[in-house]
């Protein structure tokens, strides 16, 4: 929650920051990588008295912090392991101290929002594991009040103040309640392995957000200091002038382009159906009050198009698609990056009047990426046999494969339309739309380059890949829509042509590390996307985990690998997930992975270093440090073990 991500330091000038092929396979030395074993540095000062000491010290160095720009990961652990050396206390402590250096740097900007537009955040862990009458639903522990535990004290004073009251911890509900536009600002209580990951990205967006950590992380009838907790919970409103830099009125902006009047006047429906009478019509607002887990409303099926116009149906079908599910991440590039350029307004106080007067043409701009985003989804789930797509059942799992084919066309079609016709009062220059339509066909045809090159791989008789190729395919899917996003928001700003090369690296780069943090979270499994574990195995896909494990196994090793992709393997799926984790495990590849995602992230921020616009190498930073978000869960090791009996989900079920 507070920016936890510890031992992240700079990499050493070791590691080339060249684009040059033949490195990039190389991995670096255990040393030199920002992931790092934490469970050392997340101890509690075990008396009251040096917690309080610490946190006023902690005070004293935020107040003397630059508040204009949220600080980030790097700086905060930075700040924090000055203040440990120059107290000579130590390096345990440093997740503690991130925690209260953090809250403090955030205490005026909190103190500045009104209570009923603040979330107040509580662990299940602080209640009484035995008898507790508490239900559980999509929005975390229901608590009954019964009076046995902290919980319902605490809950009650920030009822009492208008805070709206969340049991539940880590949950991505919290970033989609806050873009949503519901709340402005958080508190909450956990243990620091929680706070590590919770809501990094809350504070990287510049979310106030304050937090007091548990004395222990048992997860079961643990302490906190409840003083500081309703201290916390009772800190006054005081209306205040100077705010800091906060990405959350761009995320907001780009989410509503998927909501209501906005979206019929940038993408007016072509055809008249009755859909919306019987649906949810594309625009509507998910929800009124709090959204839902994983924010995705229910899936239009083949019985709510029953006596629609078969000609207006492919519209329905796609638009529904369109504005369900996902995280809007590429327009809020496309649109964070025309803000840069023109000043970074969007970021300031008044944020959401500058993107109220941004011009439809760039919205536009900011709706086609995603719009040919999600006919890749489409046409991906089809070509990997991935039954499900944000939590719900794939397009060709609902209406077949053939109308899902045509579905995923008619968004691409949809999305070149987007960018191709003027509307009146609303005018873009030819050169321009002529520049924003070649890169992002040049961004198609990569895309399906590199798709290409998976699927044909996937079908060959020979498995073997080398983790050069591997890293090709990866900047080829996946860095292109990165580019596309970035590159149209700075076109759309004037002329981009000094920032063609950099936003090419940076991209590449980002897409690469965050291609290979998709193939680890592949082996924790992901409830918001495809609702499998080892599917990359079992659907038979090139991964470079897959390459590092051929190139690093000893022959006989080798061979019991690749005969997991044969098609006369009598293994259970199961057996070839185990199989294949012990095989990953004794070659080492998850550690080999993490530390190539380091290596990729340097280039990139090395790319970021040198922009010298500000706002724009600031929207840089932000994206390195929220897009390459490492998994929970991968491989063994003391943050990372794995499950022992994974739970494996059939792929390429039969559309019914």
């Known amino acids: 929650m507070i920016g936890l991500s510890t031992g992240s330091p700079s990499l050493p000038a070791s590691v080339p920051p060249s684009e040059n092929a033949s490195s990039d396979v190389s991995v670096p030395g255990a040393t030199s990588g920002r992931r790092r074993k934490t469970s050392h540095l997340k101890e509690v000062p075990e008396t009251l008295a ?27 652990e930075q700040i924090s392991r000055r203040m440990l050396e120059e107290a000579d206390l130590p390096e345990s402590y440093l997740g503690w101290v991130m925690v209260m250096i953090s809250s403090e740097f955030w205490a005026d900007a909190l103190a500045s929002v009104p209570p009923e537009r603040r979330l107040f955040l509580l662990p299940h862990c602080l209640k009484h594991a035995e008898g507790c009458p508490a239900e559980y639903d999509q929005f975390g522990m229901n608590c009954k009040e019964c009076g046995a535990c902290s919980i319902a ?8 103040m208008g805070y709206r009251v969340l049991v539940a911890e880590g949950s991505p509900v919290v970033m989609k309640i806050i873009v949503g536009g519901y709340v402005d600002a958080v508190v909450g209580v956990a243990c620091l392995n929680v706070l590590e990951k919770a809501i990094d990205k809350v504070l990287l967006a510049g979310i106030p957000c304050m937090a007091v950590p548990l004395l222990s992380s048992d997860c079961r009838n643990t302490k906190v200091d409840e003083p500081w907790v309703e201290q916390m919970i009772r800190t006054p409103y005081k209306p205040a002038t100077a705010k800091t830099k906060s990405y959350v009125h761009l995320m907001r902006a780009a989410g509503l382009l998927f909501e209501d009047t906005l979206f019929e006047r940038l993408a007016p429906r072509q055809r008249e159906s009755r859909l919306e009478a019987n649906a949810y019509s594309p625009g509507t607002r998910m929800l009124e009050t709090t959204p839902s887990e994983n924010g995705s409303r229910p899936a239009v099926t083949p019985e709510q198009l029953e006596g629609v116009d078969p000609i207006a149906a492919t519209e329905s079908i796609a638009l529904d698609f369109l504005v369900r599910g996902g995280k809007h991440s590429r327009p809020f590039i496309t649109l964070a990056a025309y803000d840069a350029m023109k000043g970074g307004d969007g970021t300031g106080a008044d944020g959401e009047d500058v ?31 991935d039954a499900f797509r944000y939590g719900q059942p794939a397009v060709h799992q609902r209406f077949g494969t053939a109308t899902a084919i045509n579905v995923g066309d008619y968004l691409i079609g949809l999305g070149y339309r987007l960018l191709s016709r003027n509307v009146m009062g609303d005018e873009v220059d030819a050169e321009t739309r002529v520049d924003l339509l070649d890169s992002l066909a040049a961004a ?64 590449r780069n980002l897409g690469v590390a965050f291609q290979i943090i998709n193939d680890l979270n592949d082996w924790a499994g992901d409830d918001s996307n495809k609702l499998t574990a080892g599917a990359d195995v079992i659907g038979g896909r090139p991964t470079l985990l897959w390459a590092l494990a051929l190139q690093h196994l000893e022959a006989d090793d080798r061979e019991r690998l690749l005969s997991l992709a044969e098609p006369g393997c009598d293994l259970s799926d199961r057996e070839r997930l185990s199989t294949a984790r012990e095989l990953y495990e004794k070659a080492n590849v998850f550690e080999m992975s993490l530390l190539l995602i380091d290596k990729h992230q340097a280039r990139a921020e090395q790319v970021a270093d040198e922009i010298e616009n500000e706002n724009l190498r600031r929207l840089l930073y932000f994206l390195v440090d929220t897009v390459l978000e490492r998994p929970e869960a991968t491989g063994s090791g003391e943050e990372s073990q794995p499950s022992s009996s994974p739970a494996v989900v059939k792929i390429g079920v039969v559309a019914r």
Not at 358 to 381: G, N, Q
């Open 355 to 385: 993107l109220n007067r941004v011009p439809d043409a760039v919205r536009r701009a900011a709706l086609s990426i995603e719009t040919f985003h999600k006919a890749s989804l489409v046409h991906d789930d089809i070509e990997d046999g």
């Open 50 to 76: 040096m917690r309080e000491s610490l946190r006023d010290r902690c005070a004293q160095v935020a107040a003397k912090l630059d508040r204009s720009h949220p600080m980030t990961k790097d700086e905060m």
């Open 444 to 507: 198609h045809v990569r895309l399906s380059e590199g798709q290409g090159a998976e699927l044909l791989w996937r079908d060959a008789k020979d498995r073997r890949l080398t983790p050069l190729d591997a890293l090709k395919i990866y900047a080829l899917k996946t860095s292109p829509a990165f580019e596309a996003a970035l590159y149209s928001g700075v076109r759309m700003a004037g002329d981009a042509s000094a920032l063609v090369e950099p936003i090419h690296k940076f991209s």
């Open 153 to 160: 004290d605490f809950r009650s004073v920030a009822e009492d």
